[in-house]
């Protein structure tokens, strides 16, 4: 199915592993020219060389999404090479707190607003205004389905929720102009590094078949790909009645029907 995406730029934030890695790279196949940033400067540049070398066009940026200096760079740098981004995935996530809140100190949960939400808010500030006045244009938020039930860590859950919630808002807004807005949720994904990949190793085998039992429908942790595959498709033409939504990509773990 042709997506309807050749040409199109694409900004994609943790770009360099897991979840942000399998996007970029599913929209470079679909066609879009791909800037991806990441904080690891070597990894930055091996994802862009993996995929120039399938005949793509991509390129990268050493960012720390909590750095709105950065963000600008980000943004500044994808501007001069490639033009104005079309489509923003804003994929950088992460727990900064603890499940408790007596055990999350204030810079923590701050510390988790800024790299679950705000880096998100800054860098849409950066985009919006000419995909409006192109009148084309895609943003989708990397949120959590622990953004729309109970789960994760207080600022984890408290920014995702967030991120939700800002997502319906400046759809609604952002309709008209032809700019899109939405989310995906994913459940507990398993790559290399992930939160899960190091629950697996630390944790007893019986502690995690406990979980997979109790948790997981499918019998076994998601996987990065139907992440990108997502994100590919709400990016397209083919989803232009889509906006203010929020797509859970889970396996069935979610437990709500909202």
Known sequence: MDLGLEGRIAMVTGGSHGLGYQIASCLAREGCKVSLCARDKRRVDEVVSEIQSQGFTARGSQADVTNEADLQLFYNETLDQLGHPDILVNNVGGRRGSVNFADTSMDQFIAGLDLNLISAVRLTKLVIDHMKSQEWGRIINIASISGREHGGSIDYMTAKAALIAFSKHLALQSAQYNVLVN????????????????????????????????????????????????????????????TGACLNVDGGQSHSLI
């Open 183 to 242: 989310c995906v949720a994913p459940g507990s994904i398993d790559f290399p590094g992930s939160t899960w990949d190091r629950y697996q190793r630390i944790e007893p085998p019986d502690v995690v078949a406990e979980f997979i039992d109790r948790n997981l429908p499918m019998g076994k942790f998601g996987w990065p790909e139907p992440i990108g595959e997502t994100v590919a498709f709400l990016a397209s033409e083919k989803a232009d009645l889509i």
